[in-house]
């Protein structure tokens, strides 16, 4: 298994913070990050609200390796989009000050015919996890719509052993 996927894993629990959405402006994400009881998998749940507290984005997600554990990707339902998707692993979007970076593709972002998307979780140091979301539809550019850094707000105990 991937040690980056190993560390994001490891920082299974609750998280909220600030951020800027380029749609809506100033937003407040929770991300929650439940893994497997073998930790070969990780249940990825993010929600973005305006300042009033209207929610304008929730994305549910699974990230694992395959059979052999060599790709690691992730397959995600976001509520702007028509269905459950699979995302590649990219590894060309790591941000500067960031431990590890998690970048996932779904569609050529370079194809302004086709829907796209990206999603980047950035583990830091401190504990704090960043989330960066892009899209773009058929016609449009694509563009990062939401970067939100979150601290973590609890952290579950060790699952038990069975």
Do not use: N
């Not at 070969?40 to 052999?68: C, N, Y």
């Not at 000050?97 to 830091?124: I, V």
């Amino acid at each position: 298994m991937q040690y980056d996927f190993e560390q994001l894993v490891a920082k299974a629990g609750s998280y909220g913070g600030q951020g800027v959405d380029t749609l809506v402006g100033p937003v407040h994400g929770e991300l929650e990050l439940t893994p497997l009881r073998s930790r070969r998998a990780v249940m990825v749940r993010f929600s973005a609200f305006r300042v009033d507290g209207t929610k304008v984005h929730d994305q549910l997600g699974w990230i694992a390796p395959d059979d052999e554990g060599d790709a690691v990707s992730m397959w995600s339902i976001v509520d702007e989009g028509r269905g459950l998707r699979k995302f590649a692993r990219r590894f060309d979007a790591d941000v500067v000050g960031s431990d590890h970076t998690l970048a996932f593709a779904c569609g050529d972002p370079q194809d302004p015919s086709q829907w796209r998307a990206e999603t980047a979780l950035d583990l830091y140091g401190d504990g704090s996890i960043g989330m960066r979301l892009r899209w773009g539809r058929p016609g449009e550019p694509g563009a990062t719509h939401a970067i939100v850094r979150m601290s973590a707000t609890f952290t579950p105990p060790e699952p038990a052993p069975f």
